[in-house]
């Protein structure tokens, strides 16, 4: 039987364990020692000594062969530790012979291996209670410690993170944690880092995280973690932008890319553009800004302003926005003639998806059933600047689209996981000619769905390779209203192939000149001599 102590308190008194249980010198087949098994810590409750209750035991099970209890002389060593002002502040060892314990405790009906030990409840005979001296306590340890390093009494800040810590252990998908030792981390952490105020934990976390060199996985705040939720429902106060880091370097002065700027936001109105490169924001430099950070700064108040430097080709523009609600409505559409030489008009329905809220599917159902009460024969779906958001949405959508077929594998470090695929039964739109423009500014979950529609053959890609985010993040509310967004897995398109840092790479190239607005796009199909009508979107 193993006997687990340790205090509550006092770093002075180590876990450890007892060792030297039993050893038979007659016996040649106990040459060695058995080994104990460690086990992992956790908050300790302490019980008087003279207290009937339970005690918390290591129930082992059968060696199939006695035990010399005779053997009195190895002893067994116990912890006492002295109850004074400052609690258990010394601790000191004795040695109480085997037998004598045996007998208190009746360890025969408990004798055995110590090769296999699981953890047991066991009341130890009616009368049967530990007797120390007046003040001592018994530290029961619900469990052991994965090493012999002192365990202390856990403050409300480092439940926190503990809380934190146990869900980046559960969720981050890479189990080697930028190769270092998780367990170890967290022991380090509470020993060593400042956990005295709220905002001391949190700067704990942050600096836990930033371990594993992960942009995407991140804390928020709680004022953070509901910004961020309102933006996935459909508005949120800025100046519509959606930022990223450059996909590479070309010598250029280094900063945070422009993914896309929304539709009639401040930022579309001032003439930033996807590609563009924000330098400074309020006179702070981008430069080793994350993207986060920079986000959490370009958001604020309805009508206060933000100062930008921004970087578009070779000019640089100076501009103050002032920030605004900016509407999410994840959908415009619109229905375009197209004169044809035949009897019949082509009719173009034409549906940008501009972001994936918990809106975008319904909208995008509800634009295919109106352009298909216009006669539409073909659908133009653009997710240009399209920089991704709720990964179910992007599921849906792809099921509008497909009658069958895979539309994307969710992987981990030991491979495919999780398999996304539809049978038809929610497909609206799964049989006109479907042509779909990317962009650099095509990221997350927009590329999930212009990579199921390639690969499946519903649709062909025109574009540019698109901005490579095949990583997929999960977002985690801890007990304080604060948040982790956590990267869970990665994602392969149907076809197997891995887009982080590439992208989904299109069919066909799209003019520079090529419109980015549903009006514009119209236009320029009914124009003969424009670069829409050189690009056959319907041609496979």
């Given amino acids: ?56 035991c290591l129930k082992i099970t059968s060696l199939k062969r006695p035990i010399n209890y005779g053997n009195t002389d190895r002893a067994l060593l116990l912890p006492i530790c002295r109850l004074n002002q400052s609690f258990f502040s010394q601790c000191s060892l004795f040695s109480v012979r085997y037998s004598k314990l045996k007998k208190k405790l009746r360890l025969k009906k408990y004798a055995g291996s110590l090769h296999k030990v699981i953890s047991c409840s066991e009341k130890i005979g009616r009368n049967a209670f530990v007797r120390f001296t007046v003040g001592l306590m018994v530290v029961m340890s619900v469990s052991v410690s994965v090493s012999e390093s002192p365990s202390w009494a856990l403050t409300e800040e480092n439940l926190l993170f503990l809380e934190a810590w146990r869900m980046i252990d559960r969720a981050y998908v890479d189990k080697s944690f930028n190769g270092q030792s998780w367990f170890r981390y967290r022991e380090n952490a509470l020993r060593n880092e400042p956990m005295n105020t709220r905002e001391e934990t949190y700067m704990a976390i942050k600096k836990m995280l930033a371990t594993l060199e992960d942009p995407f996985t991140r804390f928020l705040e709680p004022e953070k973690l509901k910004s961020l939720r309102s933006g996935t429902q459909g508005a949120l106060t800025g100046i519509g932008l959606s930022i990223g880091y450059p996909t590479k370097f070309d010598g250029s002065p280094a900063g945070l890319v422009v993914i896309s700027a929304s539709p009639g936001g401040p930022a579309n109105r001032a003439g930033i553009l996807s590609g563009d490169v924000i330098l400074e924001i309020d006179d702070t430099s981008t430069e080793t800004m994350g993207i986060y950070d920079a986000a959490e700064r370009l958001q604020g108040s309805e009508g206060s302003s933000v100062k930008l430097t921004v970087r578009s080709g070779p000019e ?14 994840p959908v415009t559409s619109r229905l375009c003639a197209v004169p044809a030489s035949g009897k019949d008009s082509l009719r173009i329905g034409y549906i940008k998806l501009t972001s994936f809220n918990q809106n975008a599917s319904g909208a995008v159902k509800e634009a295919i059933n109106t352009l298909r009460s216009s006669n539409v024969n073909a659908f133009v779906l653009d997710l240009r600047d399209n920089s991704g958001g709720l990964f179910p949405e992007g599921i849906e959508i792809a099921k509008i689209w497909l009658d069958k077929g895979v539309i994307v594998y969710i992987c981990d470090s030991r491979g495919v996981r999780d398999i996304y695929d539809t049978d038809g039964s929610k497909a609206v739109a799964p049989s006109e000619p479907l042509a779909v423009l990317v962009n650099k500014g095509t990221a997350s979950a927009s590329e999930i769905l212009a990579g199921a529609l390639k690969d499946n053959k519903r649709a062909v890609l025109f574009g540019e390779p698109t901005f490579g985010k095949g990583k997929i993040q999960s977002v985690f509310e801890l007990s304080d209203g604060s948040g982790l967004v956590v990267t869970v897995a990665r994602y392969e398109t149907p076809a197997h192939t891995d887009i982080d840092k590439v992208g989904v790479v299109p069919d066909h190239p799209l003019p520079t000149s090529f419109p980015k607005d549903e009006e514009a796009f119209c236009n320029c199909l009914q124009d003969p001599a424009s670069a829409c009508n050189k690009v056959e979107l319907f041609a496979r």
């Fill in 316 to 329: 640089i523009k100076y501009l103050d926005l002032m920030r605004e609600k900016v509407s999410l409505n």
């Fill in 1 to 56: 039987m193993e006997v687990l102590a340790s205090s509550a308190t006092a770093s002075s008194c180590p876990h450890f364990v007892i060792f030297n249980l039993y050893k038979n010198p007659n016996s040649a087949s106990m040459a060695a020692t058995p080994q104990v098994l460690q086990r992992k810590s956790a908050p300790v409750r302490i019980v008087e000594a003279r207290a009937k209750a339970p005690l918390m």
